[in-house]
């Protein structure tokens, strides 16, 4: 399973203390700058902008922490796989969305650091809003200071699975690995997780409105 974010949850960890070193952010950019790749910053800016009728309003993202080339945009991707399946490359930190005729949506992601990388064929076997987080035992033994939410920490935006989830299953099988929303802009397009797979609270929102349970997940060797 996963920590994300760079707030401190309560009870006084700091899901920080759960992660690798994030990826160095981006320094700040002028509010009429381009945000790079044909997107403009105040294109950006409204496209991770709030999100405040969610259950836990969602603030914006610093926009100015995260590599511009990854941005939610639509691109062309080649394959045979059926319109809606997701598509994770871990090895460039990308998470696409199948459209059909050769266009993809493509999100920036986090990803599993060294050591905690899988890949292979899933699907979503449910899927979560604000979804309570339990540490699976084998992250309490790493990592004691997790046995505190061993009975489950409830939905919330300190909460380590953000405002949605989805959950990857194998053979009628929780894999305990999970598409979830990531509060920290700083961990995109880096290797911070123990497998899971993070996109911008505002990315993952879009993706799960759009994602029905039983869809295809294909994990990319990295």
């Known amino acids: 399973m996963i920590m994300n974010g760079g707030k401190r949850a309560a009870g006084g960890i700091d899901r920080r203390s759960f ?3 994030s990826a160095a952010g981006l320094g700040a950019l002028g509010l009429g700058g381009c945000a790079g790749d044909g997107m403009s910053l105040a294109e950006a800016q409204q496209l991770y902008g709030p999100v405040p009728q969610e259950k836990f309003p969602i ?3 610093d926009v100015t922490k995260v590599d ?3 941005f939610r945009r639509t691109v062309r991707y080649e394959t045979r796989e059926e319109p809606g399946t997701i598509i994770v490359d871990p090895a460039n930190y990308y ?6 005729d050769g266009n993809a ?4 992601a986090n990803v599993g650091r060294d050591g905690f990388r899988w890949n292979g064929d899933a699907y979503v076997g449910r899927k979560s809003e604000w979804a309570t987080w339990t540490p699976p035992p084998e992250m309490i033994k790493r990592q004691p200071e997790a046995a505190q939410y061993a009975r489950g920490m409830p939905g919330g935006l300190d909460n380590p699975l953000g405002a949605r989830t989805l959950h990857l299953y194998q053979n009628g099988r929780y894999t305990l690995y999970t598409i979830y ?3 920290d802009p700083e961990s995109i397009g ?5 497998g899971c797979v993070g996109l911008l609270s505002q990315d993952m929102i879009h993706l799960y409105d759009q ?4 869809t295809k997940v294909v994990v990319l060797p990295a």
């Open 211 to 214: 994602t029905p349970v039983k």
């Open 19 to 21: 992660l690798a070193v």
């Open 181 to 183: 929303a990531s509060s």
């Open 95 to 100: 998470v696409y969305r199948i459209e059909g």
């Open 105 to 108: 949506t493509r999100y920036g």
């Open 68 to 70: 511009p080339k990854y």
């Open 190 to 194: 880096s290797g911070v997780t123990s």
């Open 59 to 61: 603030p914006a993202v």
